[in-house]
Nanobody, 115 residues
Framework: QVQLVESGGGLVQAGGSLRLSCAAS????????MGWYRQAPGKQRELVAG???????NYADSVKGRFTISRDNAKNTVYLQMNSLKPEDTAVYYC?????????WGQGTQVTVSS
């Protein structure tokens, strides 16, 4: 089992910034990937950003150049710095952890961007 606790959501005006954090604990394997999906009402869940234990990153085209994902392996924590936020970024953001045998999800945090 891997437990995830995420934080950092909130309400911000367009053009503003937020930083999401997700801390993992439990049976963490050395080779893994973590990141965030998001889901807005009436829309499909989409991958926002991911990062592997080796540091390789992946971003949705819609957030490239605005969001940066990073991780601190010593703390088993990942961070998503979100800059230049747009109303279309409004969604519930779900942190994930996965390895070859397990996938786990955070509780979700609401991000709301007003125009």
């Amino acid at each position: 089992q891997v437990q995830l606790v995420e934080s950092g959501g909130g309400l911000v005006q367009a053009g503003g910034s937020l930083r999401l954090s997700c801390a993992a604990s439990g049976s963490i394997f050395s080779i893994n990937a973590m990141g965030w999906y998001r889901q807005a009402p009436g829309k499909q869940r989409e991958l926002v950003a991911g990062i592997t234990s080796g540091g390789s990153t992946n971003y949705a085209d819609s957030v490239k150049g605005r969001f940066t994902i990073s991780r601190d392996n010593a703390k088993n924590t990942v961070y998503l710095q979100m800059n230049s936020l747009k109303p279309e970024d409004t969604a519930v953001y779900y942190c994930y952890y996965r390895d070859r045998e397990y996938v786990g999800w955070g509780q979700g945090t609401q991000v709301t961007v007003s125009s």
